[in-house]
């Protein structure tokens, strides 16, 4: 029986038999005046992105098939819509017109961005991830200070994890947005750290909150290259995977 493979599936190599390639359609839309011919099914997030468009984000990641949208920071508006969207979970349609600068969209982006900076230790200049920190580009393109003082500064003084030997993690610096528990459970099936407590307490730890080091952590430091803030950094600065990821 034949069946039809998506593009750039490979085919079936038994038995010889011909097979039909069935395209991804295309929808075309308008993002920020510019238009765009993106995957049926893709989110406007990633069409965006790979446009050369910035949205704010941080727990987005390309690979996963349900986006979280826990970090709320990819609202853009959309022609005919009430209210701003979450751009990692809505869906590209034909003619949609896209706007990632409405007033709407960036009261909305700006807030989220300051409620997670208020949590956040502001200690550039010490920090292994400066100039490659992914909230100090969001800070930029959203013309906000990193010292936010619309919130009152609610930091944690959490005790700092160096018992890895490849790596250092630092909650502190944590903005929760999921991507090291994601590569370590889902990905690659390790499951060594995940979310615990709730609220303001939230954070990523162990079973039992023991030290990496003591854990099912194979060191592959897979999660360091996904952080996009400096809570988990390489001891070695010259680390290769250190280069790589920024």
């Not at 011909?18 to 997030?45: C, F, H, N, P, Q």
């Not at 979450?86 to 706007?99: L, Q, R, S």
């Not at 610096?173 to 099936?189: E, P, R, S, Y």
């Not at 680390?239 to 790589?244: E, G, H, L, T």
Request: charge should be positive; aromatic fraction near 4%; charged fraction near 25%.
């Amino acid at each position: 029986m034949k069946r039809s493979i998506l593009q750039g599936e490979s085919p079936p190599t038994k038995g010889g038999e011909a097979v039909l390639v069935r395209k991804m359609k295309e929808v075309s839309l308008t993002i920020d005046g510019k238009k765009i011919k993106a995957k049926e099914g893709d989110k406007i997030l990633w069409v965006a992105l790979e446009n050369g468009i910035y949205i704010p984000n941080l727990c987005a990641i390309r690979e996963k098939i349900q986006p979280s949208a826990s970090c709320r920071l990819c609202f853009v508006e959309v022609k005919g819509e009430n209210e701003p969207v979450i751009a990692c979970t809505e869906t590209v349609k034909e003619g949609m017109v896209v706007n990632t600068r409405g007033n709407n969209a960036l009261r909305l982006t700006r807030t989220a961005a300051e409620l997670i900076l208020a949590n956040h230790p502001v200690d550039c200049g010490h920090c292994l991830k400066n100039r490659s920190c992914e909230l100090q580009k969001i800070a930029k393109h959203l013309g906000i200070k990193l010292k936010t003082k619309r919130f009152r500064r609610l930091e944690r003084n959490l005790p700092i994890d160096e018992s890895s030997s490849l790596f250092i993690y630092d909650p502190n610096k944590c903005v929760l947005c999921g991507k090291c528990v994601w590569v370590c459970q889902d990905k690659l099936g390790i499951g060594a750290i995940g979310f615990t407590r709730r609220g303001f307490k939230r954070m990523v730890s162990t079973f039992q909150d023991k030290p990496i080091g003591e854990t099912t952590c194979g060191q592959c430091a897979e999660c360091v290259k996904v952080c996009p803030v400096g809570s988990l950094t390489f001891k070695n600065k010259n680390f290769p995977s250190q280069k790589a990821s920024e």
